[in-house]
């Protein structure tokens, strides 16, 4: 699948790669410091709000409205360690 898609879309289990962020600095930054950032592996835990996300070795939860800045592309072949 090569089309990008807000990481609030995802199902549950479904994982992705981080293509793009954007919004205000400060809160672009801030998502950056949590460890999102372009290339970086993402597996979507629990779908909502509040959502949990696995991001390497950590869960970080988010209200749903931050994750309209997070574009994602989903990967079909499953999660990568």
């Known amino acids: 699948m ?3 898609v807000p ?3 995802l199902s549950r ?3 992705a790669q981080i ?3 954007f919004g205000q ?7 950056e410091e949590l460890g999102l950032r372009a290339g ?3 597996e979507m835990l629990q779908p909502g709000t509040p959502c949990i996300v ?3 070795d950590q869960k970080l939860c988010f209200r749903d409205a931050q994750l309209f800045n997070v574009m994602v592309r989903p990967e079909v072949a499953g999660c990568r360690e």
């Open 13 to 15: 289990g479904q994982c």
């Open 40 to 42: 970086v592996s993402i």
């Open 2 to 4: 090569d089309e990008l």
């Open 7 to 9: 990481l609030n879309l």
């Open 25 to 31: 600095v400060d809160q672009v930054h801030r998502l």
């Open 54 to 56: 696995r991001v390497a």
């Open 19 to 21: 293509e793009h962020l």
